[in-house]
């Protein structure tokens, strides 16, 4: 084994941690802390994807990660725009 892809699976153990963390994160009461927590959960499965691509050189696990951030700023910035009257 190389040492890139010993990194990539470490980079996924601890993303995995990070996603176990953010899914606490997530289920808190307030709103706003929920989207938080999704919005980590966003990165950290786009992180993932994008590791699981380098390893098994699979090239569209890149395009769905994009997809995925892509997404994730577009709910936050509408949360964000709705939650200004508060």
């Not at 010993?6 to 980079?11: D, G, P, Q, T, V």
């Not at 999704?38 to 994008?50: C, E, N, P, Q």
């Amino acid at each position: 084994m190389d040492l890139l892809l010993i990194s990539k699976i470490f980079l996924l153990i601890a993303f995995c941690i990070f996603t176990l963390a953010a899914l606490r994160l997530a289920t808190h009461k307030s709103t706003t802390m929920g989207i938080v927590g999704v919005d980590a959960i966003t990165v950290s499965v786009s992180v993932i994807l994008v590791a699981l691509g380098g390893i098994y050189g699979i090239g569209f696990f890149r395009d769905i990660a994009l997809a995925l951030v892509l997404l994730g700023i577009v709910g936050t910035i509408a949360f964000a725009t709705v939650n200004r009257g508060d």
